[in-house]
Structure formats: C-alpha cells, structure tokens
C-alpha cells in the first residue's frame, strides 16, 4: 500500500528566506504531484513530476523528483507573504489504480 | 472552459438523512475521481469512475456511500444515513484520459448535525 509522508507538518518562516518540504513515498509511484490549497478552497496544481531528476520552477517554487530515494522536495527561495497556504505533495501507485495518495499536508505560514 | 463543478458548495444534513452530492466534470473529461478531506487532513481517495462504471472503489466505505456516474448528466456521491463522522470536505476531480493530471472542484462542505 502506497504511503506518502510530508514534513514538516507546520512551518512558520519569514520573508525572504529560504525553505524546503519533503515529500516521502513508500512504494513505486510513476508520478508525484504537488498542489497548493488556500484556507476553505479547492486544490491549485503547481507541480506534476514523471521521471527522476526531473525538476520544475514556477516563480519562487521548484520541485525536484529522486525516484530512487522515493523523494520528491518543494523549495521555496526568499518566501513572501502570498505563498502563505497548505501544500500537499501526492503520489499515484500506478497500474491499475488511478486514486492518489495525499501527504497530510505542510501548513506555511509566512510573516512579514 | 468551465472547470470541474459541484454543487452544492455546503449541505447541512441531520444525522439519519440522505446527503446527495454532485460533480460536473470538465468538458471533454469522462474520468472522474472522488476524495474526502476531514478537517487538517490530506484528501483520501475515495472512488473512480468512468461514464457509467465504477473503475476503483477502494476507497470507499463499505456500507451507506454509493457513487455513479451515468451517460448523462453529473457524477453523483450519495451518503445514506448520514453520521457525524461523516463531515468533511468532499472533493470531486476530473481528467480527459486515465493516468493524467486531475483537475479539482471547489468541493463540498459537509456538515453533519
């Protein structure tokens, strides 16, 4: 059964610095996936990655994907306030079943 | 292109009633996925289907919840009797083909009282 962990779990950091998420998954995942959620709103799709190594950069985000450490990492380079959100990372086991699997969610709180 | 839709956004149900929960998905998606969010959680996946067939319904709790999603109109999640345990939020996601991005809605609180 496919597991995914996140850590931290909370993070309250300031402006202008730098900090990364970690995304953990317990077995084969064929893609990993990274979505931002606002308090009370639907999920926003930031990331999809496929292949190891791959790495993605929106903005002050970029995600990263080590297939073989079953890794995949957030980073976020001089935070500002409008990033503040819950960040889930998720993963999909592959053949036959398309559900994901969510981490429990980094909840980034970025003061001024 | 209107994204996926649900409605309604917030159901207020009595313990014991029947909560009926709908999902439009984007046009040209016929995959639709089912989730549940309870409070500071991540979402759970709940259930799969593809127009008229439930692909993956592994997720789903064995008795009260039901899903379909038939020829015609929107993908419907139908919680029978219903219990406290049963507030959250539910989420609806669709994709154009298996094995791609889901997009989500705006879901659907769920509060049972």
């Known amino acids: 059964e496919l597991k995914v962990e996140q850590n931290p779990l909370f993070l309250s950091m300031q402006e202008g610095k730098n900090y990364t998420i970690y995304c953990n998954y317990s077995t084969t995942s064929d893609r990993l996936y990274w979505y931002r959620q606002d308090p009370g709103k639907s999920l926003e799709s930031l990331f999809v990655l496929l292949s190891n190594g791959a790495v993605k950069q929106e903005g002050r985000l970029m995600a990263s994907l080590d297939t073989k450490a079953r890794l995949s990492t957030l980073h976020i380079t001089a935070a500002v306030h409008d990033l503040s959100a819950t960040y889930f990372c998720?993963?999909?086991?592959?053949?036959?079943?398309?559900?994901?699997?969510f981490g429990k969610g980094t909840h980034l709180i970025i003061q001024p | 292109n209107a994204g996926v839709m649900q409605n309604p956004r917030h159901l207020v149900r009595r313990r014991g009633q029947e909560a009926r929960l709908r999902c439009s998905p984007m046009k040209g998606h016929s995959h639709v996925y089912w989730y549940r969010q309870l409070p500071e959680e991540g979402l759970k996946f709940m259930v799969y289907l593809q127009k008229e067939n439930i692909i993956d319904e592994s997720g789903m709790p064995k008795e009260r919840f039901s899903a379909e999603f038939p020829k015609e109109g929107p993908s419907i999640l139908r919680i029978q009797q219903v219990v406290r345990g049963d507030s959250a939020a539910y989420f609806c996601a669709s994709s154009p083909f298996e094995k791609n991005e889901q997009y989500f809605g705006p879901g659907t609180r769920l509060t049972v009282t």
């Open positions: 998720a993963a999909r086991s592959g053949g036959g079943a398309d559900g994901l699997t």
